[in-house]
C-alpha cells in the first residue's frame, strides 16, 4: 500500500536526522588521517634536515682530522728543526735552520686557530644533530600513537555509520529510490538540512519569498515540492503570522472589489464627472494590471538541486 504524503513527509524528517548523522560521521573519517598529515609533513622536514646536518658534520669532521694531522707534522717538522740548532757550525745554517723553525712555528699557530675554530663548528654541528634526532623520535613516537588512536576511532565510527545505514534502510523502505538518492544528494549539499517548512510565504531554507499560488500547492501536500531556490524539499507548518497575513491580503481583495463595483455602477448611469472618470480610468487600468500578471503553473515542480 501506497504511503500517505504525511507518513512520506514524517519519514523524510526522520531520515533527515539519521542521514545528517551519518554524513557528519562520514565527514569525520575521511578528516582522521589528516590530523596527522601536519605532523607527517614535519617529520619529512626534520628528516631532510638531519640529512643535510649529517653531512655537514661528517665534513667537519674530516676536516678537523686533516688539521690535527697537519699540526702533528708542522710539531714534528720544527722539533727537527730545532735538534738542529746543537749542530749548527755556520751563520748561513743558523739562519736557515732559524728560519725554517720559524715558519713552523707560525704554521703551528695557524693551524691550532683553524683547529679551534673547526671544533666550535664541529660542536654547533654536533649539538644541531642531537636536538634533530631526538626531534624525529619524537615525531615518530606521536605519529605512530596518533595513527594507533585514529584506527581505533575509526573501526568505532565505521561502526556507529553500519548501524546507521542499517536503521536508515528499515526506515525508508517504502521510499522510492530516486527520491532517496536525491534526498541524501540534497543533505550532503544542504549542511543537512534537506526537508524544511515553509512559513506564511518563505523557505525556512533559503529565507525566499515564493510565490503564492506555488504556496499553495505546497500546502494541498499531495506530492514531493522542491524549493526552486535552494532544492530543498518543502512542507507546509503553521505560524502565527499566517492568519494576520490572510487578513491583509483578504482585506485588500474586498477594497478591490467595492472599487471595481462602484466604476460599474458609475458607468451604467452614464453620469459621469471628470472627477469619477478619472477614478473609472485609474480603476480599470489597476483592473487591467491584476489581470496582466503572470501566473505560475500550478504543476510546477523542481526535481534538479544544487551539487
Known sequence: MPMRMDEVFETLRQYQEMLSKR?????????????????????????????????????????????????????????????????????????????????????????????????????????????????????ESEIAQKRAEIDENSKEISD??????????????????????????????????????????????????????????????DKIVFCPYCSRILYYEETETDESMEEILTGSLVDLNDEETEEVEDSESNDETDDTSGKSKRGSARKKKVQSEPLIDNDFLVDTMDE
Do not use: W
Not at 605532523?39 to 622536514?45: F, W
Not at 749548527?88 to 715558519?103: F, G, H, P, W
Open 160 to 221: 556507529d555509520v553500519e548501524k546507521l545505514k542499517t536503521e536508515e534502510n528499515d526506515l525508508t523502505r517504502d521510499l522510492d529510490e530516486d527520491l532517496k538518492f536525491k534526498f541524501e544528494r540534497i543533505i550532503r549539499s544542504k549542511s543537512g538540512m534537506g526537508i524544511v517548512p515553509i512559513h506564511g510565504v518563505v523557505c525556512t531554507g533559503c529565507h525566499m519569498i515564493l510565490p503564492a499560488n506555488f504556496v499553495n500547492e505546497v500546502r494541498q501536500a
Open 23 to 139: 554524513v557528519e560521521l562520514e565527514k569525520q573519517l575521511e578528516a582522521m588521517p589528516k590530523t596527522i598529515e601536519i605532523q607527517n609533513q614535519m617529520l619529512s622536514r626534520e628528516k631532510k634536515s638531519f640529512s643535510e646536518v649529517k653531512e655537514q658534520y661528517e665534513i667537519s669532521e674530516a676536516s678537523l682530522k686533516e688539521l690535527r694531522q697537519a699540526l702533528g707534522e708542522a710539531e714534528m717538522k720544527r722539533e727537527n728543526a730545532e735538534k738542529q740548532m746543537d749542530g749548527i757550525t755556520t751563520q748561513r745554517e743558523y739562519d736557515s735552520v732559524n728560519k725554517e723553525i720559524r715558519e713552523a712555528s707560525e704554521k703551528e699557530q695557524e693551524l691550532r686557530r683553524r683547529i679551534q675554530e673547526e671544533e666550535r663548528r664541529f660542536a654547533d654541528i654536533d649539538d644541531r644533530l642531537h636536538r634533530i634526532e631526538i626531534s624525529v623520535s619524537t615525531l
